[in-house]
C-alpha cells in the first residue's frame, strides 16, 4: 500500500521477484530491507493526521493497519502468486478466517474438500455453523461431487491441492469452471506447493490462501498466513482484520519476506529429494505403498504434473506390518525430526492416524484412508541419502 517505489521492469521470473520485488528503501539506501518494530506513526500537522485517518492520504497510521515491513511481505507475495493485491495475516488460520468472514454473511454456504487440514475443517465444520455458515465437505478429486454440492445460497468453494497427508491433487481449472458457473469464488489452500511449483490463480482460482508458517518462511521460526486476490476482496479483508486484529507483526513479516528470497531454491531442491525419496522406497519390499504426485504410480501424475512444476516435498507411505511397524520407523529415526509440522529445512516424521488425524473416529480416519500404518515424511534440505539412511534403520527392521 506504499507508492513511492521504484517500479521493476515487466516480465521478470519468479526467482526475480522473490528477492526484488517490494524493496522500499529508507533515506539511508540500506541494502537488505529495514525492520519497522513501530506500533504507530506519526504526522507533519493536524490537516496531515486528517487526511490520513479519513483515507484521503495514503499512508501508514497505526501497524494495526498498515506497516512497511509488512507491506512489504505483501508486495512480494502477490508478486510471486500473479495476484492483484495481497494481505499479511497473524497465522494460516488468521488468513483462513478472515477470507470468509470478509465475503461470506449468515445464511451463505460453502463447499469444501474433505482432505483439508484439521483446523480448517474444525473451523469450517464445528465454529463456522454456530455463526449460519454451513459447509458441505466433498471428495477432493471427485469433480462431479463439487458441482452437486453447490446450492443457491453457496458463495465459496475451498479446496487444497495436493493434500494432506494423502497427496490427493484436485483439478484446480475444473473447480474454477463450476464455482465461475455459479458466480461462486474459488479459494485454495496453495501451502504445500507454494507459487513456485503452482499458480492457482493462473488456473482460475480466485483466492490463495497461505499459511506462510510453512515453506514460506520455510526454516520453522515465525507463524504467518495471507490471503492473494483481487484489490476487492483484499480491501475488504483488510477492512476485517484492521477491525478484528489478527494482523502480521512487523518482526514475522521482516523474517517472511527474507524466507521468500530463498523460497524457489528451496522448495525445488526440497521436491527433487522428495522425489527421489518416493522412488526408492516405492522399491522397498518393506513398504507397502507410497503417495507422491511427481510417481506415475500416483492416481492423479498427469495432473498433477499439468497444474504443479513439481511433486513437492510430502511423501507419505504405508509401511508393512500395520501400526507397529510404522512406530518402529519412527522411532528408528536418528536424524528425521519426530514433529507435526512440515515445510521446514529439517526434514519432519510423522504418524498421521495417531498425531494430526487423531481426533478422528477410526471408522472417519480409514473412509478417508489414513490407516494406521501410514507415514508423511516432510523432506528438508538435508542430504537425501542421510534422510534414506534413516528411514532404513527403521525399514529394515520391518522386512
Ligand atoms: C499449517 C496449515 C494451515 C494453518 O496455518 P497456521 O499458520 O498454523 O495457522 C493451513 N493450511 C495448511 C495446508 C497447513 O498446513
Redesign the pocket.
Known sequence: MSNTKKPLPAGLALETLAVRAGMDRTQHKEHSEALYLTSSFTFDSAEQAAARFSGEEEGNVYARFTNPSVTLFEERLAALEGAEDCIAT???????NAMIMANLSAGDHIVASSS??G??IQLLGNILPRFGIETTFVPLTDTAAWAAAVRPNTKLLFC?TPS?PLTEVGDIRALAAIAHQHTVLLAV?N??CTPILQRPMDLGADIV??????YLDGQGRV???AVCASKAIVEKIFIFLRTTGPTLSAFNAWVLGKGLETLSIRIQAQSASARALAQWLESHPSVERVYYPGLPSHPQHALAMEQQRAGGAIVSFEVKGGKDAAWRVVNSCQLLSITA???DTRTTITHPATTTHGRISPEARAAAGIHDNLLRVAVGLESVDDIRQDLERGLAISS
Open positions: 497473524a497465522s494460516g488460520m488468521a488468513a483462513i483439508m487440514f483446523s480448517t487444497e494432506n489452500d501451502c504445500f490462501v497461505h499459511s506462510a508458517t510453512k507463524l504467518g498466513g509440522n512440515l515445510g
